[in-house]
């Protein structure tokens, strides 16, 4: 009884380039390629191009198990792979080299509204899409009624569903897909459409279908979401499983993935030069106090940030600050350079140049643990010339810090050393 | 149990599992038709109208001022009787031909055998056939043309019908997924075979012998041939039938070969 729900092997699967564009093959293409292909014998530059990269791997070497019962995350940056996956588990799609067993339906929640059809009524679409989700035609008429509640629409039913508004389109449209009852649910990015009210019916829904027991995989880019609904989450990125773990390590590692990590990041200039940018970043750096470019920093110590970058015109008004966050993209704080009155005073315009925006971080204030800047350069209300919510990451050591003699995981991201004083107040 | 597998290139049919969804083909089927028809003052009648002017048309060029031998049938009954299964083809061809890329929506996103897709606009063009077939035993009766016991036979031939729009159509639908020129060039094609077939003239005026037979290398003449005597009792089947009946079982064969073997492909390029 222990065999898994999904049990997949070595699941692989290419693509060539020009397949991923929407651009279809023609006949004229077909003729036309060996045309290209001699032309190629005299283009040695264009033959190793296209020769080396006419095929991708949208997955490569996929492995895992599904518990029945499980509730997966999948996670991953667009292009890691993720909706290759679910189309190969939904069986749309084949692999191109591997195997995998999947027992039982799976009916998923990214085929929201397939199959309606505009000038068919609210009624006809139920059937016509329940058909084509795989449900039977009692099943339907069973569940007709409940599917009609749930979705809102009411005595529009019998109206063609060109003639709904978009969201009793989508709500009658999800209302069909939740009802389908498969024993693996696949999940994908539906949260992203809708209005607040409709996302939480949907997490709702995915929340009960995991209650009774079945089978969830989840994709996602919302971490809250991913977070609060799964224990175990897989890292996908360029097509291959990083890492599978429990969710908060999971996302935690997601969202460190690909940031660059020697406590230094340098931007290219040149390409916000020749957009005629009139800010240029160039670098944004974490020092020591000995003013040594540094990936960790001590706590006790303090530390300082400084941004370094060009400006091409002159610019009124000007405040270039930082964002601190968690890696889990929760703010800790945010500072102008200009925020002290004084300072905008003083820098009120700022004309063309190559300046440094320096700020300290006091010692004895942040927590243990690693964190995330961000970039803001802008005018208030005016414009905003340049934002980067994840330029650069480093980590904070809390050795020495008050507290540290416990070696116990202190909560919070700041750890501020406070004048505690004791006294007796009675005997 | 699923398995998840790369493609390989002969799959048995699976019958059993086209069996299984045969709901989604009704309902796709039911769709087709409904859609068509919809916001249409004249609805479905314009499956009986269609045929009914072609016909009047036929009858004006070429039985009344071409006068066109008609196998001593009146010209209408004539050219009505080849007209029904000949529409039946022409309408599952254009429409099967685009059916694939018309619902490339279902295909990158839900599973199913993706052979219900050319299935159901086949049945959808039968269900017109159907509509139309009263017309044409509305005219037998205006010209008191009883049919004979040979009408016994019109199941059969009415199956043969069939198989020859879905062997076509499957190889139209499944190259027109990776060739888009397939739908430019369907209008042409269905064009030049309606007067490759004995539909306005009789199969008489094509040579006996060698040419006849090479004639019955077009299906539709099979078809077209059988109908007509199953009906209306002209020269029974022969010879050139068989061609027929030949050709288009290797058709469908290998239609429904090439189809499978680009089916799994379909969700990736369409």
């Known amino acids: 009884m222990a065999e898994p729900v999904i049990h997949l092997e070595n699941i692989s699967k290419q693509y060539r380039i020009g397949l991923l564009q929407e651009r279809p093959d023609t006949l004229r293409d077909v003729l036309t390629t060996g045309v290209k292909r001699a032309s190629r014998l005299f283009n040695r530059r264009a033959e190793s191009n296209a020769e080396g990269s006419s095929h991708i791997w949208a997955l490569k070497n996929i492995s895992f198990d599904v518990e029945h019962g499980q509730v997966l995350g999948i996670i991953g940056r667009n292009g890691a792979g993720k909706s290759t996956l679910l189309k190969i588990l939904s069986r749309v799609t084949d692999p191109t080299t591997g195997y995998g067993e999947i027992r039982g339906r799976v009916g998923s929640l990214l085929e929201v509204g397939t199959g309606f059809h505009p000038e068919l009524s609210g009624r006809e679409n139920i059937y016509l899409n329940g058909a084509i989700l795989g449900m039977r035609r009692e099943e339907i008429d069973r569940k007709f009624d409940e599917i009609v509640d749930f979705s809102e629409v009411g005595k529009f039913i019998d109206t063609p569903v060109k003639r709904f508004s978009s969201g009793m389109y989508l709500r009658l449209a999800f209302a069909v897909a939740a009802h389908l009852e498969p024993e693996i649910l696949v999940v994908d990015e539906v949260l992203a459409v809708g209005d607040a009210e409709f996302q939480r019916k949907c997490l709702g829904k995915m929340s009960d279908v995991a209650q009774e027991g079945r089978t969830v995989l989840f994709v996602s880019h919302n971490m809250s979401a991913i977070l609060r609904l799964t224990q175990e989450t897989i890292v996908l990125d360029q097509g291959k499983i990083v890492m599978r773990g429990p969710t908060s390590e999971a996302v935690d590692h997601y969202l460190n993935m690909g940031l660059t990590k020697q406590g230094e990041r340098f931007w290219d200039q040149e390409g916000y030069i020749l957009q005629g940018a009139p800010f240029v970043p160039v670098a944004l750096r974490v020092l020591n106090p000995a003013g040594e470019v540094v990936d960790t920093v001590n706590a006790m110590e303090g530390f300082s940030i400084e941004l370094v970058y060009q400006l091409t015109k002159e610019i009124s008004g000007l405040r270039v600050g930082i964002y601190m966050l968690t890696t889990r993209g929760e703010f800790v704080f945010t500072s102008f350079d200009t925020d002290d009155q004084q300072m905008f005073e003083k ?58 003699q416990w070696p116990e995981q202190r909560l919070g991201q700041i750890r501020p050393k406070l004048a505690w004083s004791i006294g007796k107040v009675e005997r | 149990m699923t398995f998840l597998r790369p493609a390989k290139g002969w799959l048995q049919l699976n019958l059993r599992e086209l069996w299984r969804y045969r709901e989604l083909i009704y309902f796709l089927t039911w769709r087709d038709i409904k859609v068509r028809y919809k916001q249409a003052v004249l609805g479905i009648a314009w499956a009986v109208l269609q045929p009914i002017l ?14 066109t031998p008609s196998q001593d049938l009146p010209y209408p009954l004539f050219a009505f009787s080849a007209l029904l299964p000949w529409q039946l083809f022409a309408t599952a061809l254009q429409r099967s031909s685009v059916s694939l890329v018309g619902n490339a ?14 299935l159901s606009t086949v049945f959808a063009a039968l269900v017109d056939f159907l509509v139309s077939f009263l017309v044409l035993l509305g005219v037998m009766i205006y010209y008191r043309h009883w049919p004979g016991l040979n009408t016994l036979w019109l199941p059969l ?111 990736d390029i369409v």
């Not at chain 1, 140049?353 to 964190?371: A, D």
């Not at chain 1, 414009?383 to 919510?389: G, K, V, Y």
């Open chain 2, 54 to 67: 072609t016909v009047l048309i036929f009858t004006v060029i070429f039985g009344v001022l071409l006068k």
């Open chain 2, 105 to 118: 929506n279902l295909i990158t996103k839900i599973y199913f055998p993706r052979l219900a897709i050319p």
């Open chain 2, 157 to 267: 031939i009415m199956l043969f019908a069939l198989l020859t729009a879905l062997a076509v159509g499957l190889w139209l639908s499944a190259l027109n997924v990776k060739y888009r020129d397939v739908q430019h060039m369907v209008p042409f094609i269905i064009q030049v075979w309606m007067y490759a077939s004995p539909i306005v003239y009789p199969i008489e005026i094509i040579p006996e012998g060698t040419w006849r037979l090479l004639y019955g290398l077009n299906p539709m003449v099979g078809v077209i041939q059988g109908f007509r005597w199953a009906l209306l009792g002209t020269e029974p089947p022969n010879l050139t039938m068989l061609i027929s009946v030949g050709v288009v079982v290797i058709l469908l064969v290998s239609g429904l070969y090439y189809f499978r073997r680009m089916e799994k492909t379909f969700a």
């Open chain 1, 347 to 404: 820098h009120t315009t700022r004309g063309p140049g190559r300046y440094i925006s320096r700020c300290k971080i006091p010692p004895n204030l942040m927590n243990e643990g690693r964190y995330v800047l961000g970039v803001n350069a802008s005018v208030y209300r005016i414009q905003r010339f340049f934002q980067d919510d994840k330029a650069l990451t480093f980590n904070v050591d809390a050795t020495g810090a008050p507290g540290t």
